[in-house]
T-cell receptor, first 110, second 113 residues
Framework: QQPVQSPQAVILREGEDAVINCSSS?????VHWYRQKHGEAPVFLMI?????EQKGHEKISASFNEKKQQSSLYLTASQLSYSGTYFC???????????FGTGTKLQVIP | NAGVTQTPKFRVLKTGQSMTLLCAQD?????MYWYRQDPGMGLRLIHY???????AKGEVPDGYNVSRLKKQNFLLGLESAAPSQTSVYFC????????????FGDGTRLSIL
């Protein structure tokens, strides 16, 4: 079952902040975040493990709430280069077998 | 260091034709995956492999077959292509240790008429 991402799409002006949420109905082992620019391959951002871990990549950070089976991606002071579709992926059984959400399309405008 | 290479990049097939998509990785990764990506559906796992000679079904395996005869290569086959298989196909690989990222190829855009 695919994790649910929200919102489906968001438009930001440069410098604004955004939060993308990822929820699963099943117990999770870890949560992966990827970004895909139009016409390109998905690119890894970070992996979060159980325990409420928070990680960062550039000005992008994320948290994982194990009890709620939810992860959130935080984009602060957005830049034009942040535009793309963000996918969360949940892993519950090993072998790095990830089930991806349907994505959140983020557009940053000047 | 090429990473993950997919061939071909584009292909148009007629219904009923067969073809094989090739994925090659030069990172000595044990795990390899095939995904399809359709508008609004995200990435869905077709088949995956946890080592040379092994394959397993993912979420949407029907109509596809795979083989992993060599560690560095993972082939995806369509025996009798159908219009519903029109999609962008991505291959990925990862190390066989916990919590590793997947490295994706540039994708193959496949259209079936």
């Amino acid at each position: 079952q695919q994790p649910v991402q929200s919102p489906q799409a968001v438009i930001l002006r440069e410098g604004e902040d955004a939060v993308i949420n990822c929820s699963s109905s099943k117990a999770l082992y870890s949560v992966h975040w990827y970004r895909q620019k139009h016409g390109e391959a998905p690119v890894f951002l970070m992996i979060l493990l159980k325990g409420g871990e928070q990680k960062g990549h550039e000005k992008i950070s994320a948290s994982f709430n194990e009890k709620k089976q939810q992860s959130s991606l935080y984009l602060t002071a957005s830049q034009l280069s942040y535009s793309g579709t963000y996918f969360c992926g949940t892993e519950k059984g090993g072998y790095q077998k990830v089930t991806f959400g349907t994505g959140t399309k983020l557009q940053v405008i000047p | 260091n090429a990473g993950v290479t997919q061939t071909p990049k584009f292909r148009v097939l007629k219904t009923g034709q067969s073809m094989t998509l090739l994925c090659a990785q030069d990172m000595n990764h044990e795990y390899m995956y095939w995904y399809r990506q359709d508008p609004g559906m995200g990435l869905r796992l077709i088949h995956y492999s946890v080592g040379e000679g092994t394959t397993a079904k993912g979420e949407v395996p029907d109509g596809y077959n795979v083989s992993r005869l060599k560690k560095q290569n993972f082939l995806l086959g369509l025996e009798s292509a159908a219009p519903s298989q029109t999609s962008v196909y991505f291959c990925a690989s990862s190390r066989d240790r916990p919590n590793q990222p997947q490295h994706f190829g540039d994708g193959t855009r496949l259209s079936i008429l």
